[in-house]
């Protein structure tokens, strides 16, 4: 259902109940992205207090990061057979409760229980979110404003996730952090049950289950693999066999949907270069974004010697640029276009990562507050250009579809960074060599994704135009 909101004395504001219902999505989108990072900091008295050994820490992140990213592509797809609506609201119970779980959690296993379920209910929360949010919004500044709004409000959940965390954690305990997501459920439930229109795909539709079974087990098998070398390196028996099996499942599931009718992914779907070469975008400024802020970390800290709190401080900088950046994305879009700011930011974001190379041993605070900062307007402005290029020009029946491209785009892009480039840093006895060889390389991904991006969206695809 999309909501009229073509009258010409507002052609780029959001109507009154288009606007609620914007500030519900947002809340939610805003309140899962809260929940990758607030943890964080609470992780080593979250360990001493429950008993998880430094060993099984990484478990109170993989525990949510399984099912929040292997489960987001099949949701994504229910939502569109069977009610956005309905698995939307179903996802804010899930989380609730699962966040209420790990609040009161009394051993490991009820704790990493919980978290489990919140990864589950964000998995329904994040796709049929977006799809609610682009079903909502029709194209045009509309939805590029809205989508500006939900990229900014993502960009500052994760932010304040990392300087609220240590604040609660040292105020009320690391239990608040849980107790605070349960709160945040409970607040957008009631407005979201009120205010949410229903959708789905008409007629009566048959859910993929070979497809739906191989994708899930392979993004669960991959994300698996990624989260625990991010930990303990690629050299691990689990590690290699879960990233076979990743693999393996993966291209199951290009064999069966290329052979059945009714296909969780249309091939034609992916065949689209706006879908394909949007998701690359997204898929790098993610993933090398995710590294930069887990160096600098490490740099801030261990190689200039800057508190928790400090470092927390330049993080806050870059959020409250960020969330500038989020009001400027859609005017900038307006002019030039999703697929020119895509490509456009992803050179900006490389160039500034590429800055940061300027940073010493002994100083270079102010510099990684600044490099960061700017790289994060350029981000930003590829989160929200990639999500409108991928879901520009797909019909309303599948944007459950697309937008669950986008958001496994996403946790697979923030699941990867880490280890692929993060690793480099932390196995090399000199740490502040290994941080500037991971920007070095950080940078010139993303400068060569952006020069493929645009040669990717340059011609159209000869059954679905750019």
């Known amino acids: 259902m999309t909501i009229d909101t073509s009258e010409t004395s507002a052609p780029a504001r959001l109507k009154r109940r288009a606007g609620l219902i914007l500030f519900v999505l947002c809340a939610a989108q805003f309140m899962v992205a809260l929940d990758f990072s607030v943890l964080n900091v609470a992780l080593p008295v979250l360990g001493e207090d429950l008993g998880l050994g430094r060993s099984a820490l990484q478990w109170a992140v993989t525990a949510f990061a399984l099912p929040s990213g292997g489960f987001l592509l099949l949701f994504g797809r229910v939502a569109d057979l069977y009610g956005r609506r309905r698995l939307f609201l179903t996802g804010l119970v899930l989380f609730g409760a699962a966040s209420l779980l790990a609040t009161f959690a009394w051993n490991p296993a009820s704790f990493l229980a919980g978290r489990a379920l919140q990864g589950l209910g964000a998995a329904a929360i994040v796709p049929t979110g977006m799809s609610l949010l682009t079903t909502t919004f029709p194209e045009g500044p509309l939805r590029d404003r809205a989508l500006g709004i939900s990229g900014t409000l993502l960009s500052l959940g994760f932010t304040i996730g990392m300087v609220l965390g240590g604040v609660m954690t040292d105020t009320l305990g690391w239990r608040s952090t849980m107790g605070l997501l349960a709160v945040c459920a409970l607040v957008v439930l009631p407005p979201a049950m009120v205010l949410l229109p229903e959708s789905r795909t008409p007629g009566r539709p048959r859910l993929d289950v070979p497809g739906a079974v191989t994708v899930t087990g392979g993004l669960l098998a991959l994300i698996y693999a990624l989260s625990t070398a991010a930990e303990h390196g690629f050299g691990g028996t689990d590690v290699r066999a879960a990233l076979a099996a990743g693999v393996a499942l993966l291209v199951a599931f290009a064999v069966v ?12 779907m992916l065949r ?19 590294a930069v802020i887990f160096v600098l970390t490490l740099y801030l800290q261990e190689t200039l010697g800057l508190s928790a709190f400090a470092t927390g401080l330049v993080f806050g900088v870059q959020g409250g640029v960020s969330a500038a950046a989020g009001a400027l994305a859609p005017r900038v879009i307006g002019r030039f276009g999703a697929r020119r700011t895509l490509v456009g930011s992803l050179v900006g974001q490389g160039l500034c990562v590429a800055l940061l190379l300027g940073i010493g041993p002994t100083s270079g605070a102010l510099l990684a507050a600044v490099g960061v900062s700017l790289a994060s ?16 020009g797909v019909p309303d029946e599948e944007q459950g579809l697309a937008t669950g491209l986008v958001t496994t785009t996403q946790q697979v892009a923030l699941t990867i ?19 500037r060889t991971v920007l070095a390389i950080d940078a010139a991904i993303v400068l060569t994704a952006a020069a493929v991006v645009a040669a990717g969206l340059r011609r159209p695809s000869r059954n679905h135009p750019a």
């Open 417 to 435: 960074g880490i280890p692929l480039l993060g690793v480099l840093a932390t196995t090399r006895g000199d740490l502040f060599g290994g941080v």
């Open 257 to 268: 949907e290329s052979r059945h009718d009714t296909p969780l992914v249309s091939l034609s």
């Open 272 to 290: 689209r270069r706006t879908v394909a070469f949007g998701n690359l975008g997204g898929l790098v400024t993610f993933s090398m974004m995710s």
């Open 377 to 392: 307007v350029f981000h930003l402005g590829a989160i929200v250009s990639y999500g409108l290029t991928v879901t520009s």
